[in-house]
């Protein structure tokens, strides 16, 4: 199983920026496609984005679109979302997330412990 580690969350304003980082280890990263989800207070864990094992197809949820990017780095078993435009809305805690297939947002294979994203207004 792969093991996860975000980073990258904290506080900014409405109209910012964050990039966030999720590191893997364990069974080989490329095997998989990855995903970002997040988690609002007192909600439920939502799809963000995700992107095929090479890299080559990206999918996002439509309130993101056109200010949130996701990417990989194979070579440095890394996943990234960098995150613009935030606005409030956007506050949640952001799970990376191993997936065993990248057309079905529900194959989760593996979580990230989370890291913590706040937008001020």
């Known amino acids: 199983q792969v093991q996860l580690v975000e980073s990258g969350g904290g506080l900014v304003q409405a109209g910012g920026s964050l990039n966030l980082s999720c590191a893997a280890s364990g069974r080989t990263f490329s095997w998989y496609a990855m995903g970002w989800f997040r988690q609002a207070p007192g909600k439920e864990r939502v799809f963000v984005a995700s992107?095929?094992?090479?890299?080559?197809?990206?999918d996002y949820v439509d309130s993101v679109k056109g200010r949130f990017t996701i990417s990989r780095d194979n070579a440095k078993n890394t996943v990234y979302l960098e995150m613009n435009s935030l606005k409030p809305e956007d506050t949640a805690v952001y799970y990376c997330?191993?997936?065993?297939?990248?057309?079905?947002?529900?194959?989760?294979?593996?979580w990230g412990q989370g890291t913590q994203v706040t937008v001020s207004s």
């Open positions: 997330s191993a997936l065993s297939s990248y057309a079905n947002h529900e194959a989760v294979a593996s």
């Open positions: 992107i095929s094992r090479s890299g080559g197809s990206t």
